[in-house]
């Protein structure tokens, strides 16, 4: 049990004279609270700035926007690399273990700072949209509308397997020390680097990386025949998970993978997901991607039947694109307009007025 | 270049005395020539202990089944782990990188010590599919028949990309030493085991994982929250990685790999696959199955209509099931079947009797 709980989180916007304007934005396992705005250790535009900001989907002539940073995670919200006052050392392997709903709860909190009464929308992909789901199951009369886009309400054996492969590649580095690496001046880069390669994978479809890459060859005519990177899409992985070690923390990916693999809104229903939403106000939009094999439309499918033998307001759309999980953060036009109209209409049942 | 090459194999059955009722069998990227054998280092049975033996599909009561070790092995035909007779050491990173191509020209220099002079068939699965098709290709006179399963004529960009997160994770661990562990009396273990469970996670479909695990607990009843193998997935992929270590050797397993990530039929023939099998006299069947993502039923059809160009004799036949890529190695009855009846047909055309 932690008492004082520092958060870090942005806003984008004005928020209205009643309060009834906010939107929570929820990040993935690696986002962060800088969803529009440039991000200080990368130097790179926020990672939904394709969706936040003026005259875009989430208008922020129109909405506030508020993105927070995780419980758990390390960009300024109480992580493991942070000091346990109780120690004097970094948390490390003595961070709670968190589950998405602890992520939640803080955000709650958050919520009652900034007096907010209700979210206009609550929104996110992948693991935000797992956050979405816990928001409106517990929060009901919290959040006006919910937009769950690319996630589950529960985790799949193959990917708690792929999250395990990361975790385990973690903890095999020599420089992870059991956790405390931070106290040893060390740091886990190549485990963890390892184990964003393989995440990242999973993030495209085999039809966008064949796309994007193919067979093609990296900065050469000819096969060389070695264990340089020889393929294109070599670089691109090895890129990626070295760029990942200087902005994330070993232990973080270790306990926000793990939030997820717990994750299961049924389980914690008595094994009903539409008890989970019993007669629930909110109104949904749920949005999947045809190429997604992490989070298949499948999935999204169980929640919208739930919804419905909940006798809830929901909206499902599958949106066609090749570009796999990963579409959610990118310029998916389809996305856009699904995610806008529903917004415009959600604006109007709530009294919205620019 | 090598000169003298050690190649390991086993055969089962006997040679027939015209040597016309010889089947070669090659094995996948982790499998060896204990097809039909106990491995003499995990006590098991052979592999393909399913496809071969009296009365099985591959019936040693008439046919001479024979299976090497690939070359870059590390199971008795020479590879990265053994001496280098230009040293002293063992070659390492000094062994020559290997091709699919040849794995197979060093099976016809077996195929010439055997006095083999056309194989009855060359069958195999995956990587070992990869082999059926060069030989097919660059021997089409000496192999009357050729089964290739669940493989493809090229390895894809996700196969690649999965290939390299692999070889990074046991390049990652310190006990590696720039592929010198065995001068220094290491083994990079962890690496191994990681790269094996990213690995094994690919070799089994959504729908498998599901059905063997879902979300099942680990010895216990309730969730404990901690890192320790949680759910069933998680010991089982953790069983798979620490046994593999046991029975495989770390530059092996990167020059396997990269074998397979080289392997593109077409562009050795100048982008076109039909060349690859023009005039051939080789009859195929080509297997796939239907819940396999690593070599997924598209790439079989590519063969297909590549062997259907070159006006080969081909049948071909998707099976259903929810196994994913593993199903080559497993009982998987219309496989059985499949292959059985295709052995026999052509069996009579060789003029083969019992």
Chains 1, 2 share one sequence.
Request: with cysteine; charged share 20%.
């Amino acid at each position: 049990m932690m008492s004082d709980i520092t958060m870090a989180y942005n806003t984008y916007g004005t928020l209205n004279a009643d309060h009834s304007n906010a939107v929570l934005v929820c990040h993935a396992l690696t986002g962060d609270q800088h969803a529009a705005s440039r991000q200080p250790l990368t130097g790179k535009d926020g990672w939904w700035s394709v969706m936040i900001g003026p005259g875009k989907v989430l208008d922020t002539d129109k909405y506030f926007v508020v993105c927070s940073n995780i419980l758990g995670g390390c960009m300024g919200t109480v992580g493991p690399k942070d000091i346990n006052p109780e120690t004097g050392e970094a948390y490390g392997l003595d961070f709670p273990i968190i589950t998405i709903a602890d992520m939640v709860r803080t955000q709650a909190l958050l919520q009652d700072y900034l007096e907010i009464p209700s979210w206009f929308s609550v929104v996110g992909g992948s693991m935000g949209g797992m956050q979405v789901l816990q928001w409106a199951s517990a929060y009901p009369e919290r959040c006006f509308s919910a937009i769950p886009i690319a996630t589950a309400a529960k985790h799949s054996a193959q990917n708690i397997a792929f999250h395990e492969v990361g975790r385990q590649a973690v903890m095999a580095d020599p420089e992870w020390h059991g956790g405390k690496y931070l106290e040893q001046g060390k740091n886990p880069r190549a485990g963890l680097a390892v184990a964003r390669m393989a995440a990242h994978v999973t993030y495209l479809s085999e039809s966008a990386l064949h796309r994007k890459f193919g067979r093609n060859l990296q900065d050469r005519d000819d096969l060389t025949y070695g264990f340089d990177a020889e393929f294109q899409v070599e670089s691109y992985l090895r890129y990626q998970g070295i760029n990942f070690v200087d902005r994330f923390d070993a232990n973080s990916y270790l306990y926000v993978t793990r939030a997820m693999d717990y994750f299961d809104l049924a389980s914690d229903h008595g094994g009903s997901l539409p008890a989970a939403f019993e007669g629930t106000p909110t109104r949904f939009c749920v949005v999947s991607f045809s190429s997604d094999w992490l989070f298949p439309t499948t999935e999204s499918k169980d929640v919208v039947r739930a919804l419905i033998a909940a006798a809830a307001n929901v909206s499902f759309v599958e949106i066609e694109t090749d570009k796999g999980h990963d579409a959610f953060l990118l310029d998916t036009p389809e996305m856009l307009q699904t995610i806008g109209g529903f917004l415009a209409a959600t604006a109007k049942s709530r009294g919205l007025t620019q």
